[in-house]
């Protein structure tokens, strides 16, 4: 059952002069914004649980892809939607991608959490993903049997992959790979299915280096890494705009994700040279003779 009725009573309590407001929380649950939130998490705080939930994050787009395809249910009809939003049409309906992965994110990085028994904390992770569940609801593109359904899948994912992978980011990022390998040969070759695989194949590549990265030495050096590595991303996005050949765009997917995990080593490098410059300019300006 996916509520139908009881979906069209959370569609119409809200009214499409907040269709903005309604979009802007749904993006909190999609794929650019999560991988943004764990890329700058993992570069500002601890690399180990950042990484290790960006592993999960694509296990769980290899797993929702092809449990997607094999179901095959459709969304609710477009005049449901609150706003015409096109690229909400494509895909099937059931469970709710955004309500899977929020949980999955944000509930992945609370179990991790020293913050994870503190009931105001949990409070309010919980509600954050309710309402980015929600506004899949409202803005007309998932049932609330969808939504529901993606909640209690994502915190089973959660559940599931804390057990396997006992906190080492490399398996995190092997059982991605073994997910998405079978997903692409359920779905079908697509944009997703081969980001799946490619981010799964860059994590596994370079996860080994996680625990060897240097640490933040500055809050500067911090804005610099995020400078840099934001960077870097948005230049491989750029490159994915004009990529059409399959292999290629692995290829680039699985950069993306190893650029993410190596960007620290970078702005460490650049940085220490800087620092040795700035010491061996103070020395020779104080013994010019030597």
Do not use: C
Not at 151 to 170: E, H, I, Q, S
Not at 200 to 220: C, E, F, H, N, V
């Amino acid at each position: 059952m996916r509520f139908e009725a009881e979906s069209k009573l959370v569609r119409e309590a809200v009214s499409a002069e907040y269709a903005e407001f309604v979009i802007a929380i749904t993006e909190l649950g999609g794929v650019t914004a999560l991988m943004g939130i764990l890329a700058l998490l993992f570069w500002w705080g601890d690399r180990r649980q950042s990484a290790l939930v960006i592993s999960y994050a694509i296990a769980g787009l290899a797993v929702m892809l092809a449990l997607k395809t094999v179901l095959a249910l459709p969304r609710p009809p477009e005049d449901a939607m609150l706003v015409a939003l096109e690229d909400e049409r494509e895909g099937y309906g059931f469970p709710s991608g955004h309500a899977f992965a929020a949980t999955v994110v944000y509930g992945g990085l609370l179990s991790m959490s020293d913050r994870a028994r503190e009931p105001w904390t949990v409070a309010g992770v919980g509600a954050l993903v309710v309402a980015i569940s929600l506004s899949r609801v409202v803005i007309g593109v998932h049932y609330l049997g969808d939504v529901i359904v993606g909640m209690l899948l994502g915190v089973g994912f959660v559940v599931a992959m804390n057990r396997l992978t006992r906190g080492v980011p490399a398996v995190g990022f092997a059982v991605a790979l073994v997910l998405a390998v079978p997903a692409l040969v359920i779905t079908g070759v697509s944009e997703d299915t081969i980001l799946a695989v490619g981010g799964a194949l860059g994590g596994l590549l370079t996860a080994g280096r996680i625990d060897g990265l240097p640490d933040l030495q500055s809050r500067l050096e911090g804005v610099a890494l995020a400078a840099v590595g934001g960077g870097g991303v948005v230049a491989l996005q750029l490159v994915e705009s004009v990529v059409s050949a399959t292999l290629a765009l692995g290829a680039l997917y699985a950069s993306l994700v190893a650029w993410i995990l190596v960007a620290p080593v970078v702005v460490g490098h650049v940085g220490d040279r800087l620092v040795g410059s700035a010491v061996v300019d103070r020395r020779s300006s104080r013994y010019p003779d030597e």
